[in-house]
């Protein structure tokens, strides 16, 4: 970058994010990140790329030194299983999430499992959750061995649809696995409200959701229990990890045992010959996870912010291009966590251009984008859950006939979702305002000339 855009850049500012780049040492990073040569004809059409692999923040970030302290510490002193730093992780964990108490366990999968468990679930119950998820949402309800419902989304804000949710009840419906997907908080008080009348549990599925905000709430501390991932891709990664926050003590003690081998909360997670009081698996997170854990804790609200105002200002630069929609949040929203930033592609606006080459054109231009998510109930681990014999043992034969389960579980809007999303990984949204402006750039370029592409 030549000495005039650099001070460009700098007076400009971005948001705030510049000065934490700065601080951080991703300056170099994010000033790679503007184009040297602008240039007004896409990549795909043999201009220059306008990133490079280089140009975004490094994913997962880890800083030499400063991040390895702990980690160093805790591999040294040969205490590896749970002890004190995972307790501390989960001490800071529900702070920030404003729950009472987190208890970790291995992944996001295994928080959701375990905790739908301690809340009840069973075979011969129904789930209601979103089609627009990640697989694990589901498998952790067939874990359980209860069958998944679909609510139709809200094509506007991705999230599960309130009247959908409530139209898809029945008198096995036990559950609402809400899930905050892209980390963007569901519509909550709507999704309480139809939980409160008709007295069903609401768990969070806020794998993605990291210090999102909804009134004034932070996400996974509104409904009965929330699930966080800290796999390698998430807001705060740790490669693999996972913790469920409550406010309820009792339910959190349970899920507790659930996670060693039914040994009771505040015994010792060593015991060889404890009294165990309930069948259980064993999903413990390491001492050393917690190390990498907790250093990821300390950049992660400053990140979080960035991400948000990067996000609402790409979406206000992207509403003004025919055939892009910004995804929407709703009104109650504080903070998007923004695990993915995502729009709706309509081929209509770029003289029918594919979505999929128009995905390929921006990664040409060297953004890390996709079409997101499959649809999923159509799968075949769906068949092979309902051919199980739990399943024939606790559903009718209506109920576990995977043609008539595809047909009941159809969700138009979703399907119609899975054709036309476009996402864009989180860490470029740690890039700067000109990034951003970038995006924005280059769509605009390769609609200009969509029908040479
Ligand atoms: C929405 C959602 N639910 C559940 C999970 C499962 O988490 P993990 O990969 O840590 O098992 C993930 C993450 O991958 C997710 O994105």
């Known amino acids: 970058m030549g000495h005039t855009s650099r001070r460009k850049f700098i007076q400009q500012g971005s948001l705030g994010a510049a000065g934490y780049l700065l601080a951080s040492g991703m300056m170099r990073q994010a000033a790679a990140a503007i184009p ?210 409550s406010n309820d003590d009792a339910f959190i003690d349970s899920c507790f045992a659930a996670h060693n081998l039914g040994f009771a909360y505040g015994t010792s997670t060593g015991a060889v010959a404890g009294d165990s009081f309930m069948k259980a698996s064993k999903v413990r997170l390491t001492e050393y996870q917690a190390a990498i854990g907790l250093a990821q804790l300390e950049r992660l609200n400053a990140q979080t912010d960035t991400r948000h105002q990067n996000a609402v200002y790409l979406s206000s630069m992207l509403k003004d291009i025919p055939g892009v929609k910004p995804i929407r949040l709703y009104d109650k929203v504080n903070r998007g966590a923004w695990h993915l930033y995502s729009f709706r592609y309509d081929p209509t606006a770029f003289r029918n251009l594919p979505r999929a080459r128009f995905i390929e054109a921006l990664r040409k231009e060297g953004l890390n984008c996709s079409g997101g998510y499959k649809v999923m109930h159509t799968q075949e681990f769906m068949r092979d859950a309902l051919q199980s014999r739990v399943y024939k043992a606790f559903y009718n034969k209506q109920e576990t006939d995977f043609a008539k389960y595809k047909e009941r579980n159809a969700c138009p809007q979703n399907e119609a979702l899975c054709n036309s999303a476009v996402w864009i990984t989180q860490n470029t949204l740690l890039g700067s305002r000109q990034d951003m402006e970038g995006i924005a750039e280059s769509i605009r370029n390769i609609q200009r000339h969509a029908d040479k592409i």
Request: glycine share 8%; net charge neutral.
């Open 36 to 245: 040297s040569v602008p240039s007004s004809m896409p990549a795909i059409l043999g201009a220059a790329p306008r990133w490079h692999a280089g140009s975004w923040v490094k994913w997962p970030m880890w800083k030499q030194g400063e991040d390895e302290r702990l980690l160093l510490d805790s591999v040294r002193s040969g205490v590896w299983s749970r002890a004190k730093l995972v307790d501390q992780f989960e001490a800071k964990w529900a702070e920030a999430v404003g729950a009472k108490r987190c208890l970790t366990v291995v992944n996001g999968t295994n928080a959701l499992i375990t905790a739908l468990n301690r809340l009840g679930i069973d075979a011969g119950d129904e789930v209601i959750t979103t089609p627009y998820t990640f697989i694990a949402s589901v498998q952790a309800i067939l874990a359980n061995n209860a069958m998944p419902v679909f609510a139709d989304v809200d094509p506007a804000t991705y999230q599960m649809d309130p009247a959908s949710v409530e139209r898809k009840i029945t008198p096995r419906t036990k559950a609402i696995l809400v899930v905050h997907i892209l980390g963007l908080p569901a519509d909550m008080d709507a999704i309480m409200a139809i939980a409160n009348k008709h007295k069903l549990i609401v768990l969070e599925d806020a794998c993605q959701a990291h210090l999102a905000e909804y009134g004034g709430k932070r996400i996974g501390s509104i409904g009965k229990a929330g699930c966080f991932s800290f796999q390698n891709s998430k807001n705060l990664p740790i490669g693999e990890g996972g913790a469920i926050v």
